[in-house]
């Protein structure tokens, strides 16, 4: 009966043992299952700014082109002869003469950018075609002035046109 009772208070004690180590088995796990959830958490929101980030890589990417197209339409200080040769290379291609006979950079806060004049020499159609190119020019500009005048030289009818343009893309 002694026996029984020391085998009684054995058990009892390590079925004690046993439910205090399951109970700190359990709130330990709970613990871990809440830091498993914080970093579950943290994967989820780090994998998105990823995604964001791959979003706005690609975009970046896709419009590298048209940003440069749009930079490339602003004139600087150095990039005036850059412009001045365009127009002058925009009168070859539509068959017309195109001379610069003066520059004048804004005399004032209230004018935005330097101004042109353009002296061009062709025929009427050669001159209109140039007159639409300047229309379309990748640049921010302005025709304050349009002239176009016929005159006969050796016999043949030639068209001159003045263009006075003020370039609105331009950086100081």
């Not at 964001?52 to 082109?65: P, R, S």
């Amino acid at each position: 009966m002694k026996d029984s009772r020391i085998l009684l208070g054995l058990v009892s004690l390590a079925l004690v043992i046993l439910i205090a180590g399951g109970v700190l088995l359990f709130i330990s796990m709970g613990g871990m299952v809440r830091e498993m959830g914080e970093i579950r958490g943290r994967i989820l929101s780090l994998d998105l700014e990823l995604k964001n980030m791959k979003i706005l890589e690609n975009f970046l990417t896709e419009t590298v082109g048209g940003r440069e197209r749009i930079a490339g339409s602003f004139v600087g200080e150095h990039d005036l002869v850059r412009f001045i040769e365009d127009l002058e290379d925009g009168g070859e291609r539509n068959g017309v003469r195109v001379r610069v006979g003066s520059a004048a950079l804004a005399s004032g806060v209230t004018q935005a950018g330097p101004t042109f004049m353009l002296e061009a020499e062709g025929s009427f159609t050669s001159i209109f075609r140039y007159m639409v190119f300047l229309e379309n020019i990748p640049y921010e500009i302005i025709l304050e002035d349009v002239d176009m005048t016929s005159i006969s030289q050796d016999g043949k009818k030639i068209w001159k046109g003045s263009f006075i343009v003020r370039l609105l893309s331009y950086e100081s």
